[in-house]
């Protein structure tokens, strides 16, 4: 349930046969940066799904590199992305097995934010 301020409560009940228990309130807020907030699964065989946080509105861009740090797979800025998290799904069947790197650059209307690089392995 949201409140006027911001906050949310969150009714704690069990279920029918107790009574409820407490009210707990707790805040949602936006971040100020972009995040990476989880690349599953991890070691993936063939889809890798990846969370990122945004702070406002932007175009995503995510690129993967292999070992040799050769550039096998890059998105483009086509879609404009909501403030909020996103899921992007990366295929990559057609990549050898072995570990590669995830870089994810935001382009905003008057800025670009790189995400740190995060390792996945593919296994298959």
Request: glycine share 8%.
């Amino acid at each position: 349930m949201l409140i006027s301020n911001g906050a949310y409560l969150n009714i704690l009940d069990a279920d029918e046969a107790f009574p409820v228990t407490g009210v707990s309130e707790y805040y949602v807020s936006t971040p100020d940066k972009c995040v990476i907030t989880g690349i599953y699964p991890n070691p993936f065989n063939s889809m890798v799904n990846i969370g990122i946080q945004l702070p406002s509105d932007g175009r995503i861009m995510i690129k993967v590199f292999n070992s040799l740090g050769q550039e096998v797979y890059q998105t483009n800025y086509s879609e404009v992305y909501s403030n909020g998290e996103h899921q992007v799904l990366l295929d990559g069947s057609h990549w050898a097995s072995g570990c590669y790197f995830i870089l994810a650059e935001i382009l905003f209307s008057h800025s670009r934010q790189q995400i740190p690089t995060q390792r996945v392995v593919l296994v298959k």
